[in-house]
């Protein structure tokens, strides 16, 4: 296995340094996409918690729960 690995690595190298450049600036690329994705998920997700917070606020103050 060695032995296929040493023959092998000559191809592989010129292949990185040949490509490097495409496959680097592709996974940026996809990266940047998954981090926007997951902030707006994120964001989306904080937002509708704030907003149940607020409504559960106002339901217990309506009921009178709130005040003594």
């Known amino acids: 296995m060695y032995v296929k690995y040493c023959e092998n690595k ?3 190298e010129f292949i990185v340094a040949e490509y490097i450049d495409t496959v680097f600036s592709v996974s940026v690329s996809h990266l940047l996409v998954t981090m ?3 902030g707006v998920v994120f964001a989306i997700f904080l ?3 704030m907003v149940d917070g607020m409504f559960l606020l106002n339901r217990l103050l309506d009921d009178g729960v709130g005040s003594h």
């Open 10 to 12: 000559p191809k592989s």
């Open 36 to 38: 926007c994705v997951y």
């Open 47 to 49: 937002l509708d918690s």
